[in-house]
């Protein structure tokens, strides 16, 4: 079994780990009824898509 034989440092540990970072999603707002919204999904307040109704909602029934 591989065992390292001299520890890493701090440095060498902290540069592995410098691409572990969470990225922050993607949103925008619904040109619709402008709600923030992720990147290609459809809005969950309107219901709608690349302008089209995708999802009945309350409002519009």
Same mark, same amino acid.
């Given at each position: #079994?591989?065992?390292? +034989? +001299?520890?890493? =440092?701090?440095?060498?540990?902290? #540069?592995?780990? /410098? !691409?572990? !970072?969470?990225?922050? &999603?993607? @949103? =925008? /707002?619904? &040109?619709?009824? !402008?709600? &923030? @919204?992720? /990147? !290609?999904? @459809?809005? +969950?307040?309107?219901?709608?898509?690349?302008?089209?109704?995708?999802? *009945?909602?309350?409002? *519009?029934?």
């Amino acid at each position: #079994m591989a065992v390292p +034989k +001299k520890r890493k =440092s701090k440095s060498k540990r902290d #540069m592995r780990r /410098s !691409h572990d !970072h969470i990225t922050m &999603p993607n @949103v =925008s /707002s619904c &040109p619709q009824c !402008h709600e &923030p @919204v992720l /990147s !290609h999904q @459809v809005c +969950k307040n309107c219901g709608t898509y690349r302008g089209k109704t995708i999802i *009945e909602t309350k409002e *519009e029934i």
